[in-house]
């Protein structure tokens, strides 16, 4: 069983009719062809996306593209979505490393990227894959496995890399070797030319050299500033006053021109862009459940056309962005202005999400709202296909989220926090998870029935929960090199396990067949490694 990946993702941002051409840079990106990496990097505004987007659409080559979330920290899903962004390529590619991953113990990394590597080099044509956003990986496993990939890149695969800051991959000794092609700040920024074709002809404004002079300066032509000033300008009156005014770092400046840009809005707009400020993606239905009226599809088609930040994340219109920067800008000075509403929109972006079956979505902003009530019923519906995919990492990012107090009275998440302890190796807070588990199942008047202070939402889950807990334990004397404990502890799954429960059963006589039955302390100790030990048990609740 996988989880549903999010097409959106894979979807090389569309170019506009109307962008700015920029032919010295896109010579570079060129230049940098024969090179194993272009990094991209620069803070937010800085065009880095329209940049990769345009000079892909006129390179020619074939392009694989991957827009990146926090959701990909988790090293499964990273590589099961640079999977399917390479199946862009080549459909058949990956198939069985995408098995390999939700298999129940799964090979080390490097040999699955081994691998994946193996059939890359079996692609005839050379072809581009884009990283975009990267700087939301914050996982050391990630890093590693991207490094790994970079150190043995095929020479048809050129990698780009688009980021607000450097990742921690080895960008000394591929600048050493003359591997990198590196475009920062200082190259994106519009010259003045190219200010002048922005605010003039794609911005629709009639400024004087003078007037563009003037902002290139104080936007150091940093180009999301360049927009939000003319987006503040149309239909003001007083241009060259609105000008003089204009100063500041860039962090002022977006604080200055979105308020400009929202006292200009009407009502109807402005209170649609703050409300909808809290959403990743964008589309009409969503809008209209977050903001409860029904005019999301039209207002969203308007902001594109207006040039206001609206990105499209498909062919067919159906999923926008905002430019992040706007985005985050909108959602300050929604947490000022309405406080009392955050919770409210997260929750209903999440019963919406819910009801559409997108449950990664529902969990995230009914944690963000903090109902976490609501999001522990969630995640005790999720867990099973999520650990399924291997994608425990995620699994154990919500059960962290929630409070303890939340978990305490949930058996059925007590154990599954315990069984992804163990897969990451975790092991303490294992033994605390699986007494807070035994504790309810030891008040229960009748078998598989929940007390009235205990909640439960999985009742399979829960019906199975003696069998799991043996699962965990056995899992955790193995880790630690237990072999009598091990031994007692898969004795107990066969006891506890119902009858079809066959997962949980065949678990037990696997982990005493592998031991052959050693019981005494004068067997020799097991050695393990804590993620193995426990994949055995993963599936078994």
Same mark, same amino acid.
């Given at each position: 069983m996988s989880t549903p990946l999010l097409a959106t993702k894979l979807y090389i941002p569309p170019c506009r009719s109307n962008v700015v051409l920029r032919p010295h840079l896109i010579e570079r990106l060129n230049a940098g062809l024969h090179r194993k990496l272009t990094l991209i990097s620069a803070p937010a505004g800085f065009g880095k996306t329209t940049l990769v987007s345009t000079w892909v659409a006129r390179s020619g080559r074939p392009t694989a593209w991957l827009s990146l979330d926090a959701g990909e920290n988790d090293p499964t899903r990273f590589l099961t979505y640079l999977v399917a962004a390479l199946q862009r390529i080549a459909p058949t590619i990956g198939a069985g490393v995408v098995s390999v991953l939700q298999a129940p113990q799964p090979p080390p990394t490097e040999s699955i990227l081994t691998a994946l590597l193996n059939e890359i080099s079996a692609i005839p044509d050379a072809f581009i894959l884009v990283l975009d956003d990267y700087h939301v990986i914050d996982a050391e496993a990630v890093d590693s496995a991207l490094t790994f990939l970079l150190e043995h890149l095929p020479a048809q695969l050129h990698l780009v890399i688009a980021t607000r800051e450097d990742p921690q991959l080895p960008l000394a000794r591929l600048r050493a070797r003359d591997q990198m092609t590196e475009l920062r700040a200082a190259d994106l920024r519009f010259t003045p030319g190219e200010a002048a074709e922005f605010l003039n002809q794609v911005m629709g404004l009639n400024l004087a050299a003078g007037a563009i002079a003037a902002l290139e300066e104080r936007t150091e032509g940093w180009i999301a500033g360049l927009q939000l000033a003319a987006l503040s300008m149309q239909g003001h009156e007083d241009v060259a006053g609105f000008i003089r005014a204009f100063a500041g770092d860039n962090r002022y400046i977006v604080d200055y021109l979105v308020e400009e840009v929202l006292? $200009?809005?009407?009502?109807?707009? $402005?209170?649609? @862009? @703050?409300?909808?400020?809290?959403?990743d993606r964008l589309s009409g239905p969503l809008c209209d459940a977050v903001t409860d009226q029904e005019d999301g599809n039209v207002l969203l088609e308007a902001l594109e056309r207006g040039n206001f930040f609206v990105v499209p994340l498909d062919d067919t219109r159906h999923w926008y962005r905002y430019h992040h920067l706007f985005g985050e800008v909108l959602a300050t000075h929604l947490r000022a202005e309405q406080p009392e509403l955050v919770a409210v929109l997260h929750q209903r972006a999440s019963a919406w999400y819910e009801q559409y079956g997108s449950a990664t979505d529902a969990i995230r902003h009914a944690l963000t709202a903090q109902d976490f009530a609501h999001a522990a019923d969630l995640v005790e519906l999720a867990w099973s296909s999520r650990l399924r995919s291997r994608q425990e990492a995620t699994v154990l990012g919500w059960l962290k989220a929630l409070p303890d107090e939340v978990v305490h009275v949930r058996p059925v998440l007590s154990v599954v926090y315990a069984h992804v302890l163990l897969a990451g190796g975790e092991l303490a807070g294992v033994e605390e998870r699986l007494r807070d588990a035994e504790r309810w199942l030891e008040t229960t008047v009748e078998p598989d029935a929940p007390t009235a202070a205990m909640v439960v939402v999985d009742q399979e889950a829960f019906r199975r929960l003696p069998g799991a807990i043996a699962v965990a334990r056995t899992g955790h004397a193995l880790a630690l090199g237990d072999v009598v404990g091990t031994v007692k502890y898969a004795r107990q799954v066969l006891a506890r396990a119902p009858e079809d429960d066959h997962l949980s059963r065949g678990g037990g006589a696997a982990f005493?067949? $592998? @031991?052959?039955?050693?019981?005494? $302390?004068?067997s020799p100790p097991v050695v393990c490694r804590g993620h193995g030990a426990v994949a055995d048990g993963r599936e078994h609740l």
């Open positions: 006292q $200009r809005q009407p009502e109807q707009v $402005r209170s649609f @862009l @703050l409300q909808t400020s809290i959403l005493l067949g $592998r @031991l052959g039955e050693r019981g005494s $302390r004068d």
